[in-house]
């Protein structure tokens, strides 16, 4: 089965920028993929979303205008460029896969079936 690994997470002031990295251990093109956070004490919550070719992506309103997600299939990778950051945005990051072939592109954790191991980020005031 498919891994991932995120990079790029670190310590960031408020306005500032990262650039969040998911490598898959095999071919990602035929899957959406996603990008969720988790605050301490919160609910996971969808982020960012990209169809499997590119073409679509999705992002929740408090982060739409400030982060770009994409992809790169024959590199088995999708980022999560952060701009704006705020210290709202402090989370632990996960790229997730729906390895649903082909389908619709879908914000629900519970629709994402592969799982990183998380990249901490934290925004300071």
């Not at 898959?24 to 996603?34: L, V």
């Not at 982060?67 to 705020?86: E, G, P």
Request: proline share 2%; hydrophobic share 35%.
């Amino acid at each position: 089965q498919v891994q991932l690994v995120e990079s790029g997470g670190g310590l960031v002031q408020a306005g500032g920028s990262l650039r969040l990295s998911c490598t898959a251990s095999a071919r990602t093109s035929s899957y959406n993929m996603g990008w969720f956070r988790q605050a301490p004490g919160k609910e996971r919550e969808f982020v960012a979303a990209i169809s499997w070719s590119g073409g679509s992506t999705y992002y929740a309103d408090s982060v739409k205008g400030r982060f770009t997600i994409s992809r790169d299939n024959a590199k088995n990778t999708v980022y999560l460029q952060m701009n704006s950051l705020k210290p709202e945005d402090t989370a632990v990051y996960y790229c997730a896969a729906d390895l649903s072939h082909l389908a619709p592109v879908r914000v629900q954790v519970a629709r994402y079936d592969v799982w990183g191991q998380g990249t901490q980020v934290t925004v300071s005031s």
